[in-house]
């Protein structure tokens, strides 16, 4: 086999640090994967430096074993590769190297102070789970870090520097972390001179000092260094000289898995957090709950991001497995899924007027910065397992419907969803409620469990295989989704008119979910 026609791509999820090597039909052929969770230690969602390494190391040990046992030779090389992440957050260092504070992922809402002075300031809509409202949240608390930041980035990009030495990101990733000028495909300068006046006199840095440099797609982005590739394989069996591409966001990664990179298109991530995007190529007015980042590209995008995803859904499946246990049955976890699942398109298309909020973490779309999970129902609700299945799959998607209302009110609207994530893994399910909710058709290809690892893999084909002058959606068009199989839902009109009448039960009862934070104390 000529290794150098295979690409690899690296996904740091959120609940899986997952690998996949392609080969130059685009086709995966190998993947590995690793378990982790992120950890709410000190008033702070983390994941530990040393779960990072062990996750990392341990899912390229797998993949290198699970390629060896499939192929019959050791993968020491391959043409590209390329690293992915979790969007925003805060990852500062010392000159030294040395990490200066716990990892802060973007599940934490603990910046609203920067974010809403940074907005006003920069006339731009800053979210608190961006970098540099997580940096100056820092300067304004007069934290002990801040004078000694010489390195700030993603999760991406941290990874992408101990494998390379290289401060960069893709512009994608970069768009999480400070405002982009699609002209010159850089932090924008004027804002960047606005914030720095705001940290002036406090700190010896300027934003631009301390934040990576932005990459497009299709550009190199180093090389695995030596002390690199024994950094991702300490068995020595990958060698170094693998040329990188620029680290992305796991939203850059998703419009390239559901080639929905082009203006018009839209895609969405469902799973821990929730995540649709949509590539509008155009300005939009200021908005809280609406992100502008830009795809791989440089393209200008809108993004809804909801923190909480289905995390209460896997509390409440241990919940019945437990259940079951007791009663002296015996079910996989991952059939249980999918006949919970299954048992949701069962269910009243209103659910029954049951009720429910999601909210394992603070959620900003919902004006929400603390967690409180609730689940509702009046003496006249329809109590079943069917209907209950259905409120917490539609629990998922009410934030994200009522960001995309807020869209609408800008004119940005689609009639196709393409959708990718762990929760599109089971068949027909998530897919016909989410078209509920959106009143949209939602498609779901085959790749559509694996999308950021596979995103990356095909950023990293497209930097090896492009032809001169070819754009990233010309790639992605003609060589790699031309004739691709793919599932396509539609709700009815029954589930559409369903989930409405959910919906705004959901948003007339928001009060209780607000009382419940005020009256329902966290030790």
């Known amino acids: 086999m ?21 080969n130059n039909a685009h086709d995966i052929i190998c993947q590995s994967d690793y378990l982790w969770e992120n950890q709410y230690l000190n008033g702070v969602w983390t994941y530990g430096m040393d779960k990072i390494v062990e996750g990392m190391q341990s899912t390229f040990r797998d993949l290198l074993k699970n390629f060896e046992e499939k192929f019959g030779e050791k993968l020491t090389t ?41 907005s006003e300031e920069l006339g731009f809509a800053i979210p608190q789970r961006w970098s540099c409202s997580h940096v100056y949240q820092a300067v304004l608390d007069d934290l002990p870090e801040i004078s000694k930041i010489d ?48 940290i002036e006199g406090k700190v010896p840095w300027k934003l631009e000092d301390i934040f990576p440099r932005n990459l ?26 693998v040329p990188m591409v620029p680290p992305e966001g796991d939203m850059g990664t998703g419009m390239v898995c559901t080639n929905s990179v082009k203006i018009g298109t839209g ?6 957090s929730n995540n ?49 246990e007791l009663g002296g049955g015996n079910v996989s976890k991952g059939e249980l899924y999918v006949r919970l699942f299954n048992k949701a398109l069962e269910g009243d298309p209103d659910c029954g007027g049951l009720l429910g909020y999601n909210t394992s973490s603070g959620e900003p779309v919902l004006g929400i910065n603390e967690a409180r999970p609730l689940f509702l129902r009046t003496p006249n609700s ?26 609408a009110q800008d004119g940005v609207r689609v009639n196709r969803i393409t959708g990718h994530g762990g929760y599109f893994k089971t068949p027909v399910v998530g897919a016909r409620i989410f078209s509920s909710s959106v009143n949209a058709e939602i498609v779901t290809l085959r790749s559509a469990g694996e999308g950021g690892p596979y995103g990356t893999a095909l950023l990293a084909a497209y930097y090896l295989f492009k032809e001169d002058g070819e754009t990233l959606e010309e790639y992605l068009d ?31 009862s928001l009060p209780v979910e607000y009382e419940a934070i005020n009256t329902l104390k966290v030790n």
Not at 154 to 179: C, D, K, N, Q, W
Request: neutral net charge.
């Open 267 to 272: 895609n969405a991530s469902i799973g821990t």
């Open 382 to 407: 329809v109590m079943s397992l069917a209907n209950f299945m259905r409120v917490v799959c539609c629990n998922i998607f009410a934030p994200i419907r009522k960001g995309l209302d807020i869209l």
């Open 276 to 324: 649709v995007t949509i590539i509008t190529g155009k300005n939009l007015p200021p908005r809280k709950t609406v992100d502008i980042i830009a795809s791989p590209s440089g393209a200008q995008a809108a993004l809804i991001h909801v923190n909480n995803g289905t995390s209460d859904i896997n509390a409440w499946v241990n919940l019945f497995a437990e259940a079951i």
């Open 216 to 241: 497009v797609a299709g550009e190199n982005a180093g090389y695995l260094t030596e002390e690199g590739a024994k950094f991702l394989d300490p068995s020595g069996t990958f060698q170094p000289g």
């Open 151 to 198: 390195f700030a980035t993603t999760l991406a990009g941290y990874v992408h520097y101990r494998l390379t030495g290289e401060r960069v990101v893709g512009i994608g990733e970069g768009s999480g972390m400070f405002p982009i000028d699609s002209s010159t495909m850089e932090f924008n300068k004027e804002m960047l001179a606005k914030y720095n006046k705001l």
């Open 78 to 118: 391959v043409g590209a590769m390329g690293i992915s992440g979790m969007m925003h957050g805060y990852l500062v260092f010392d000159k030294e190297g040395n990490l200066l504070a716990p990892f802060r992922t973007w599940r934490n809402t603990m910046t609203e102070q920067a974010a809403d002075i940074l």
């Open 478 to 508: 003609n060589k790699v989704f031309k004739g691709a199989s793919a599932s396509i839902e539609m709700a009815s009109p029954a589930e559409i008119e369903g989930f409405e009448k959910f919906y705004q039960r959901y948003l007339a």
């Open 2 to 22: 000529d290794l150098k026609k295979l690409t690899i791509g690296f996904e740091f999820g959120s609940t899986r640090i997952k690998a996949v090597v392609i």
